[in-house]
């Protein structure tokens, strides 16, 4: 089995498109997504529309949590707040019906994985490096846990003397790498942001679990950046979102 594992697409409709496309290239045969579908860009009930027909397994994020009205933006800076406030206006009936349902994480996925929007730990934690990273594998007991939130596509290790590594991942070419998975070690996998990185590449970012063959595979896709900002400038979204696609910050 090849699973396409998304996160953060955040409102971003062009960056899921492409990303699709490139994983229907390389193959997949279901689709598990770790939260925060909406968010900061300007379609959130097209990018949920994708989601249900893709008949996604999918966990909730905080800005689903706070778009369907769940929560408040309370802990959110200024431009966070204002798009979650404007994206909780534009949301259909449906779509909101759809966010409010959605499984807090950890969810399993079968095969000794499970999915968490930000950590094992609590869906707003951030896992940013190896102390954090140690924190949740304490509490794992999964071979792999597939996380979210931060915007990293990166993968940890916790090999049987409890090391915590960020593992590095073999090129297969420009837009993709491959990470072995090793039966005698525990992953934290964030596949990366669909549709805002941070990890200063501004391509979107998914991954592909491959069962069969015991490995995860990284992608990179670019997408057209000008067209997403150009409806969040339409919908007066803020500046600060809108310049920081392009950087990938």
Same mark, same amino acid.
């Given at each position: 089995?090849?699973?396409?594992?998304?996160s953060?697409i955040?409102?971003?409709v062009e960056?899921m498109?492409?990303?699709?496309?490139?994983?229907?290239?390389?193959?997949?045969?279901?689709?598990?997504c770790?939260?925060?579908i909406?968010?900061y860009g300007?379609?959130?009930?097209?990018v949920?529309?994708?989601?249900?027909e893709l008949?996604a397994?999918?966990i909730?994020g905080?800005?689903d949590r706070?778009?369907c009205?769940?929560d408040?933006?309370a802990?959110f800076n200024?431009y966070?707040?204002?798009?979650?406030l404007w994206?909780?206006?534009?949301?259909?009936?449906a779509?909101?019906?759809?966010l409010?349902?959605?499984?807090?994480g950890p969810?399993?996925?079968g095969?000794?994985?499970?999915?968490v929007? &930000?950590a094992?730990?609590d869906?707003? %934690?951030?896992i940013?490096? !190896?102390s954090?990273?140690? +924190?949740?594998? @304490?509490?794992?007991?999964?071979h792999?846990?597939?996380?979210?939130h931060s915007?990293?596509q990166?993968?940890?290790?916790c090999?049987e003397?409890?090391?915590v590594?960020?593992?590095t991942?073999?090129?297969?070419?420009p837009?993709?790498?491959?990470?072995p998975?090793k039966?005698?070690k525990?992953?934290?996998?964030n596949?990366?942001s669909v549709?805002?990185?941070?990890?200063?590449?501004?391509?979107? &970012?998914?991954?592909?679990?491959d069962? %069969?063959r015991s490995r995860? !595979?990284f992608y990179?896709? +670019?997408?057209p @950046?000008?067209v997403?900002?150009?409806?969040?400038q339409?919908?007066?979204?803020p500046?600060?979102?809108?310049d920081?696609?392009a950087h990938?910050?």
């Open positions: 089995m090849r699973h396409l594992l998304v953060d955040h409102s971003n960056a498109d492409v990303c699709l496309a490139r994983a229907e290239k390389a193959g997949f045969d279901s689709v598990l770790c939260g925060d909406v968010g300007p379609d959130p009930n097209d949920v529309d994708r989601i249900r008949e397994v999918t909730r905080n800005h706070v778009a009205g769940q408040e933006p802990d200024p966070a707040k204002a798009a979650a994206t909780r206006a534009a949301l259909t009936p779509t909101n019906e759809y409010r349902a959605l499984p807090l969810l399993g996925v095969a000794g994985a499970q999915m929007h &930000g094992i730990t869906e707003d %934690d951030y940013m490096g !190896e954090p990273a140690m +924190e949740n594998f @304490i509490l794992s007991e999964s792999l846990t597939f996380f979210g915007h990293f990166i993968a940890f290790s090999d003397t409890g090391k590594a960020v593992e991942v073999e090129e297969a070419d837009t993709s790498a491959v990470l998975l039966p005698e525990q992953y934290l996998i596949p990366g549709g805002q990185p941070r990890d200063g590449d501004a391509r979107a &970012g998914f991954a592909i679990w069962t %069969d995860l !595979e990179r896709a +670019e997408y @950046i000008g997403t900002q150009k409806k969040m339409a919908e007066n979204l500046p600060y979102l809108i920081r696609l990938g910050r």
